[in-house]
């Protein structure tokens, strides 16, 4: 592949269309940051505006990462194909929005019944996770960093009671990832829509039900105004992780101390991330309880179902190439050992609280 180059004198990002502002001007360095999300939609927006905010305070000024959200430079579902390109130096995307390149990408967002938030930071960084996701980007000219999640989802909001797997045949759900999979086995006609359109989709009947976030994103989305069921909790998604990327020509023309200070951002945007989505989530919850919202739990033949389904889904992914193999081997090393840490911690501590 072409080597693009960003520092010197700009001209790549120039070139490509005026993408980006001129890459560096009197030693500073300018360059853009497009999001999958909204810029202004908390938690999500929240996350990529901290990761500039912090960049350019960390560098005192020597960097600085303009926000762009959802379509404003790049259609959601193609900010690292942008980044890829060199159209744009850094993303902010869950990588699962670009599993259509390669399915593990699936694996660095979250899959049912997999991860949740602490367990797959913990898999990033400590059980070989990261290690194998830059090797995975690197084939495509990309460097990673988990900047996020947005911890256990909703599983979706319906507009009619689900009380049994009849429930689900027909149903046209807007689902992100392979929760997508796992349901389609069940008779859903799962589409991925950018968040953007969920609102509207729903509302129009062109779906029946929508899986977004969890209660923080999906009452600042407006969901209950349109029904007030919603189950919980997302076996499709126990946490979905947030990601920003470089474009690896950038990334290596940054120096040392400013590729230490993107990579450090990353990590504390994360954690107030974190933070962010556990206390909101709280507050949004009770809040749309107050508005009538039923929070509801799927029934036990339709999570056992999942579970079944999901299993498939797994078995027919992995074969599919070297990169779900070796993620899948590593991830799930982990993560029976997180599961049984947690039903001797967690879930006794849970049942426990009063
Ligand atoms: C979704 O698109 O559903 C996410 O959770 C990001």
């Known amino acids: 592949m072409k080597r693009r180059t960003f520092l010197a004198g700009g ?50 000024g020597r960097m600085h990462l303009t926000v762009y959200g959802a379509g404003e430079l790049v259609p959601p579902f ?16 869950p990588p699962y929005y670009a599993a259509g ?10 899959v049912p019944f997999g991860m949740m938030s602490n367990e797959h930071y913990a898999w990033l960084r400590w059980g070989g996770g990261q290690e194998i996701w830059d090797e995975i980007y ?14 256990t989802q909703s599983g979706g ?45 729903l509302q129009s009947g062109a779906i029946d039900a929508a899986e977004w976030v969890g209660p923080m994103l999906d009452q600042a989305f407006g969901l209950q105004r349109i029904t007030k069921l919603c189950y919980v909790p997302a076996y499709a998604e126990p946490g979905a992780a947030l990601a920003v990327v470089f474009n690896a020509d950038a990334w290596n023309e940054l120096s040392p101390d400013l590729q230490a200070i993107c990579g450090a951002a990353a990590s504390a945007a994360a954690l107030e991330a974190q933070a962010q989505f556990d206390y909101h989530n709280a507050q949004a919850m009770q809040a749309l309880k107050d508005e009538g919202v039923e929070f509801l739990n799927f029934p036990d033949e339709v999570v056992a179902a999942m579970g079944d389904a ?9 074969g599919q190439n070297e990169d779900v193999a070796r993620v899948l081997e590593s991830y799930d090393a982990y993560l029976e050992k997180a599961v049984a840490y947690s039903r001797a911690m967690t879930e006794p501590m849970l049942a426990g609280r009063r």
């Open 11 to 60: 001209a790549g990002l120039a070139a490509a269309g005026g993408l980006a502002a001129p890459a560096i001007a009197q030693g500073k360095i300018e360059w853009n940051i497009a999001s999958s999300f909204p810029k202004a939609a908390p938690g999500v927006g929240t996350n990529v505006n901290r990761y500039a905010e912090l960049v350019s305070l960390m560098s005192d």
């Open 78 to 93: 193609s900010v690292e194909d942008a980044v890829q390109q060199g159209n744009v130096p850094v993303g902010h995307a």
């Open 101 to 110: 390149k390669n399915p593990a990408l699936h694996w660095y967002t979250g």
């Open 138 to 151: 690197a084939q495509r000219n990309l460097k990673p960093f988990y900047s996020g999640n947005s911890n």
């Open 157 to 201: 909001w319906f507009k009619n009671r689900i009380e049994g797997l009849d429930d689900l045949q027909g149903l046209n759900m807007r689902i992100a990832g392979l929760g997508g999979e796992m349901l389609r086995k069940l008779g859903v006609n799962a589409v991925l829509l950018p968040p953007t359109e969920i609102f509207q989709a």
């Open 310 to 318: 999901w299993a498939q889904v797994k078995a027919e992914l992995a």
